[in-house]
């Protein structure tokens, strides 16, 4: 009894000479090897389904998610500037005669609310540049999600809140996640 998969004598419609090495998990069309894209599950993808998944439904958003998250970034590296510069003023007493204890309590706070904000500003910008290229699909995650962090100011928990649930309901797409797991590994130039 031959026990051959259904496939064997399949051909790509792409390549009619060409044997299929598998059919598609989404359509079903069969793909001979150079059609054919892995998904990271295990099957594989026709290059129709694959385009689809790369540009298609939530994947088209992932631009708009990469500058709303640079935008953030930038803003939240802005405040953490800002709350630095503060901390300088505090260090050379610009704030006026202050009682010493008090002057060294406000640059505390400044200072370590800057380098806390910088942090998080770099960690989006970074995120947003990840998102473009659909990497580190764990590390984009975690960079929204450290948005939530700020949430000590008045200012950046709002947009960084609508941030975070607009970034999670595009990135837990199956597609989305999916495009980010088919990305090719970036060119490394020397």
């Known amino acids: 009894m031959d026990h051959a998969p259904e496939h064997a004598a399949a051909r790509c419609p792409q390549h009619p000479e060409a044997l299929a090495v598998g059919a598609c998990a989404r359509c079903g069309t069969f793909a001979c090897a150079a059609c054919a894209h892995p998904e990271p599950g295990g099957g594989l993808r026709c290059p ?110 709002i947009p960084s809140l609508a941030l975070f649930i607009y970034g999670l309901i595009i990135l837990l797409n199956k597609e989305v996640a999916d495009s980010f797991d088919a990305a090719p590994p970036p060119a490394h130039t020397s």
Do not use: H, K, M
């Open 48 to 157: 129709a389904c694959w385009q689809r998944a790369r540009t298609g439904g939530f994947t088209s958003q992932l631009p708009v998610l990469s500058t709303l998250t640079f935008i953030n970034g930038a803003l939240v590296l802005l405040l953490g500037l800002f709350s630095v510069g503060v901390f300088i003023a505090f260090l050379f007493s610009a704030f006026g005669e202050r009682d010493p204890e008090e002057r060294d309590l406000g640059a505390l706070i400044y200072g370590g609310a800057g380098l806390f904000y910088i942090l998080i500003g770099a960690a989006q910008l970074y995120a947003g540049a990840l998102i473009r290229r659909r990497q580190r699909y764990r590390t984009v995650i975690a960079a929204l999600a450290s948005g939530l962090l700020t949430a000590f100011t008045c200012y950046c928990i």
